[in-house]
């Protein structure tokens, strides 16, 4: 499938924490049939989202940065890799039943995220991020050697008690693996 979002569509590795370790590092690739379907669905937002907030890339557009041009523009966020936490176990369905306890949920604080704006030079615009979130990337990893792939990602509101918590993590997730604090 050739679209203008190509690169994003091939199955590429996201280097970040490992799974049951925060300081070893594996594989993970986006879900190429999910990127396409929502190509397919012009969602430009979640596009963005894949790229910057799960992958760490710049929207692969035109002339990205050009709304950000009145700032400093050096942007190393890095997307799931800068993961400060890491649960096991979803409580709700997900994907493929039964199989929910095998998700491990990404949790970011990201600073920016970018949208979609109508605009002749660039349609990508960096933005805040929404207050009181956090973004969680849903990824499972077929076997133990470390290679994963990203099944779905969301925004999250944060807990008000422990601000870089997902809101309720005791009724979402089974366990929490790890988390960076």
């Not at 203008?4 to 091939?10: F, L, P, S, V």
């Amino acid at each position: 499938m050739q679209t203008r979002y190509g690169a994003i569509c091939e199955a590429f590795p996201i280097k970040s924490p490992f799974y049951d370790e925060a300081y070893r590092e594996v594989a993970i690739s986006q879900n190429s049939e999910r990127m396409r379907q929502l190509i397919g669905l012009g969602r430009k937002n979640s596009i963005f989202e894949a790229y910057y907030n799960v992958c760490g890339l710049l929207p692969e557009v035109n002339n990205v940065g050009h709304h950000e041009k009145s700032t400093p523009f050096k942007d190393e966020w890095g997307g799931i890799r800068r993961a400060h936490a890491i649960y096991k176990g979803i409580k709700r369905p997900c994907n493929r039943p039964k199989e929910d306890e095998d998700v491990y949920v990404y949790v970011t604080k990201p600073r920016f995220r970018y949208k979609y704006e109508p605009d002749m030079v660039c349609v990508a615009k960096r933005v805040e991020a929404p207050k009181g979130y956090l973004f969680v990337a849903f990824v499972r990893f077929e076997n133990k050697l470390q290679v994963g792939e990203v099944l779905n990602w969301e925004w999250v509101e944060a807990d008000q008690q422990y601000p870089l918590k997902p809101i309720g993590y005791q009724e979402r997730y089974q366990e929490e693996v790890w988390n960076n604090e």
